[in-house]
């Protein structure tokens, strides 16, 4: 993504987020209530309010929701919630994380780094601060919130079916340093106990290897529509072609047959961590 691509993307995030700001201190002035007040009804501080309506910070959706009703704005803020969410996500991203978030199932194939549903917020931060070229501090504190904020689809209920197909190398890799992978294998090993939620590793001597076009996710929404996902410096693409779609299934399934078993992967992975 070159410079100019990267500033209108910056520009249309922002503005979305100053547009909900005025609307939701034209609403508090209306209700004849101060930045505490609402904060105090909300659960958030008066400082926190100021940086929702200058469109400085991106308000979660519970706050929207909490402050439509309490200013008793009639939908006009709950409207928004999920443009302002799209707004949390680079330009390349933000089709596909709003399908992510209602996907019923979800495929990871993952060759790089840990899987943005997977990272801790240290990795992530690192993976964000190692971005080529480099990312200004605002637009790495966005994304880290907004990858962050994706990691409620765990919390989702009724619960997706999760399933991650991660290389070996992305595990050995000290992105951020060691403590930092540290971290990130032990909340590997805390996603991975959750029932909905499947991990294979594929191993540095395995030797046929089905993904070498590059990582891809797949997503069964819950009308049954299958999507898939593919993203390579930057640019992304969503294909709802039912051929491609079938072809990355297909080398999906050749993928995990070839990687360790999710029992196989958690034993590679608390190995992993007593050799550090």
Not at 9 to 36: I, N, P, T
Not at 161 to 183: Q, Y
Not at 239 to 257: D, N
Request: charged fraction near 30%; include cysteine.
């Amino acid at each position: 993504m070159d410079d100019e691509v990267r500033e209108t993307e910056h520009q249309v995030g922002a503005g979305m987020l100053c547009v909900f700001g005025r609307q939701l201190k034209l609403l508090r002035e209306r209700a004849g209530m101060d930045r505490a007040r609402l904060g105090a009804l909300s659960g958030y501080s008066a400082s926190t309010i100021a940086s929702f309506e200058q469109g400085r910070r991106i308000p979660p959706p519970k706050f929207i929701d909490q402050a439509d009703d309490v200013l008793g704005a009639g939908g006009v803020l709950a409207a928004s919630k999920e443009e302002v969410a799209r707004a949390h996500y680079p330009a390349f991203f933000r089709d596909a994380a709003t399908l992510e978030a209602e996907a019923a199932v979800l495929h990871v194939y993952a060759t790089q780094a840990v899987p943005g549903l997977l990272q801790t917020e240290e990795y992530a931060r690192a993976v964000f601060a190692m971005w080529r070229p480099q990312l200004g501090d605002e637009v790495i504190e966005r994304r880290l919130a907004a990858r962050l904020a994706r990691q409620e689809v765990f919390d989702r209920r009724p619960a997706p079916h999760l399933c991650f197909v991660i290389e070996e190398a992305v595990l050995l890799r000290p992105l951020g340093g060691e403590t930092v992978r540290r971290g990130q294998l032990e909340q590997l090993l805390l996603i991975e106990g959750r029932r909905n939620v499947e991990i294979q590793v594929i191993p540095l001597s395995c030797q046929e290897h089905a993904g070498l076009a590059g990582p891809f996710t797949l997503m069964e929404m819950k009308d049954g529509r299958r999507i898939a996902y593919a993203e390579v410096q930057g640019d992304s693409r969503v294909h709802t072609e039912r051929q491609k779609v079938r072809e990355l299934e297909r080398t999906y399934g050749s993928l995990r047959a070839q990687a360790h078993t999710p029992a196989e992967s958690r034993e590679l992975t608390e190995n992993l961590l007593g050799d550090g």
